[in-house]
């Protein structure tokens, strides 16, 4: 029967070095905790205490009175109990998922084709292209906005000038933003239209690192273009588009500026509200800090679970 030996250095962790020296004690890492110092007060000043200030909001009847002095009142869990009883907010949260579904789903899309397209393309195209997606990147959500609200302006609008042109049939007069329908396009597409020129940057930057070797002997080996994108390329960049595929969801299901602009220009408000414009309207508009709160936090642990899951795959990605 075999006898499996342990070493004795392995067994003893105190066990003087080769050249009967004590171990060295490992030092406390002051240095990167020094280093990090100021990053974690100004997060804990600027985002950890308005977030408790939210949290204990949401759980007081907090309206104007409290704005201009009177001392809030706690109340539990009722502000939390209107909102989830609420229809309106149950409306808002829905539409709030629909357009994020559809913006995410064509800003991942087209990015990643432009991305593609890049690869293609000679250097003085390519350099187009990017400046091109640089400046609608540059472009403020609320200037774009004004800029596509005069693009489908109901008397002066190029669309309806040019739909009338194609179609033969006067669209003059046709105003884009009384549908609620026609209003969330409209809206996709702007928000769409700024989203992507970071999907594009940031698939080309991981099309860029896609070995050509790999690519040449597919070829050889007889495969197309799909193929190679879909067996090759894709697993390649796997990790960046889970990346920004995750970033799309939280940004654009907490879109606000296009919506509110585009109400400004002509929308129903009570039609075509958002999760970030109906937290503005209840907390600002309505004075319901109270109500506000309690939705901020909710639309918190929506986010919650999906930016868990970012930072989770930020993490395997490094240690990979």
């Known amino acids: 029967m075999s006898t499996i030996s342990i070493p004795e250095v392995a067994s003893s962790p105190a066990a003087p070095s080769d050249h009967g020296s004590p171990p060295k004690r490992r030092k406390f890492p002051w240095t990167p905790l020094a280093l990090l110092a100021p990053a974690l007060i100004m997060l804990a000043v600027f985002i950890g205490w308005p977030l408790v200030q939210l949290v204990i909001m949401s759980f007081q009847k907090f309206g104007r009175a409290q704005i201009f002095g009177a001392p809030p009142e706690f109340i539990g869990l009722q502000n939390y109990a209107e909102v989830l009883t609420d229809p309106e907010f149950w409306g808002v949260l ?27 393309l000679g250097a003085v195209m ?11 990147w540059a472009m403020p959500a609320l200037t774009a906005t ?11 609008g190029l669309v309806n000038w040019a739909l009338t042109q194609l179609t033969g049939e006067n669209w003059m007069g046709h ?22 020129p970071f999907v594009a940057f940031s698939t080309y930057a991981g099309l860029t ?22 067996l090759i390329v894709l697993p390649y960049i796997r990790s960046i588009l889970l990346v920004v595929l995750v970033l799309q969801v939280i940004w654009d299901l907490r879109v606000f500026a296009q919506i509110y602009a585009l109400q400004s220009i002509g929308g129903v408000r009570a039609e075509t509200n958002t999760i970030g414009v109906y937290i503005y309207s209840v907390s600002m508009a309505s004075g319901d800090l109270g109500a506000g709160g309690a939705i901020s936090v909710i639309l918190v642990a929506i986010l919650l679970p999906i930016s868990a899951y970012w930072i989770r795959s930020m993490l395997k990605q490094e240690e990979s």
């Open 146 to 156: 004004i800029v596509w609200g005069w693009i489908f302006d109901t008397q002066y």
């Open 94 to 120: 829905g539409r709030s998922i629909a357009l994020c579904v559809v913006s995410v789903v064509a800003t991942m899309l087209l990015g990643v084709a432009i991305a593609v397209l890049m690869t293609k």
């Open 126 to 136: 390519r350099t187009a292209v990017s400046v091109s997606l640089l400046l609608a």
């Open 209 to 230: 690192q896609v070995p050509d070797e790999v690519l040449e002997a597919s070829s050889l080996d007889g495969a197309g273009g799909l193929a190679r994108f879909r």
């Open 175 to 196: 105003s884009w933003l009384i549908d609620p329908v026609s209003f969330f396009a409209v809206a996709a597409i702007i928000i769409t239209w700024g989203a992507i």
